[in-house]
């Protein structure tokens, strides 16, 4: 079962950065496709960025050019590196592993509260 945890949101002003981190355990950490996701209060969950086991990016068009995610298969680690940051990238962050046998993300973790403040 894999396990995932989250860290590193915060409140920041618009225009600042955070990086988030999400650690792995009890899988094949490098095997795996990571997604990162958010949900702002009120609406549904959706997709930011991913990165596959070889290091295949694939960003959602709202935060393209602003976001940069990255991992460390050594550590079982990916982070969201977040610039530029607007007020509408306040939600709380998520990540997940692509299950390819489903087709779907699975094993979400608690999530990390990102707030920018205008």
């Known amino acids: 079962q894999v396990q995932l945890v989250e860290s590193g949101g915060g409140l920041v002003q618009a225009g600042g950065s955070l990086r988030l981190s999400c650690g792995a355990s009890g899988g094949t950490f490098s095997a795996y496709t990571m997604g990162w996701f958010r949900q702002a209060p009120g609406k549904e969950r959706e997709f930011v960025a991913a990165i596959t086991r070889i290091g295949i990016t694939n960003y959602a068009d709202s935060v393209k050019g602003r976001f940069a995610v990255s991992r460390d298969n050594a550590k079982n680690m990916v982070y969201l590196q977040m610039n530029n940051l607007k007020p509408e990238d306040t939600a709380v962050y998520y990540c997940?592993?692509?299950?390819?046998?489903?087709?779907?993300?699975?094993?979400w973790g608690q999530g990390t509260q990102v707030t920018v403040s205008s």
């Open positions: 997940a592993v692509w299950v390819a046998s489903r087709s779907e993300y699975d094993y």
